[in-house]
């Protein structure tokens, strides 16, 4: 039964906590709808009972992406060894290789802005493009740099 305090996830938090399930290894996901939960005040709730405070449309869209998406998630990981600086921060990752490309897949699990940079000496002279965001993101030498917003997720692709 949820709480007087309680709430939906904010879009960002759906999009990092599915992310960190697939970066964690994670093969299938599913959403939990609440169909016949009851709120604090006995009254419907759940997501599909309060589309609106839920997020139901940006689900929606992020369950699509996902599935765009899946093909990717079910490669293998990368065989380059990427490290990420600062070690020590709340960014997560993983790598997967499909065709002839590698995909950086990674989320800020934290409510505060981050600034990193993933170090490979394979991407030297490459192009990172930043799925589902229309941008590229900016490699020197052998190092991609990049900031995630609070929760923020990139999925790079490197040719």
């Not at 802005?113 to 229309?134: D, G, I, M, R, Y």
Request: some cysteine.
């Amino acid at each position: 039964k949820p709480k007087v305090d309680s709430s939906f996830p904010t879009p960002a938090e759906y999009r990092c906590q599915e992310y960190l399930s697939i970066i964690n290894g994670v093969k299938g996901l599913f959403f939990y709808a609440g169909s016949g939960q009851k709120d604090h005040e006995g009254k419907p709730s759940g997501l599909l009972n309060k589309p609106e405070e839920g997020h139901w449309d940006y689900v929606q869209k992020l369950v699509g992406e996902l599935h765009e998406f899946s093909p990717v998630i079910m490669s293998p990981p990368g065989t380059e060894k990427v490290e990420v600086l600062p070690a020590n921060g709340p960014i997560e990752f993983a790598t997967r290789e499909s065709g002839n490309k590698l995909y950086i897949i990674a989320a800020n699990k934290s409510p505060a802005s981050q600034s990193v940079k993933f170090s490979c000496p394979t991407l030297a002279n490459k192009k990172a493009t930043v799925l589902f965001e229309h941008r590229v993101a900016p490699i020197a030498e052998s190092a991609l740099s990049d900031s995630f917003e609070p929760f923020g997720v990139h999925v790079y692709e490197i040719e």
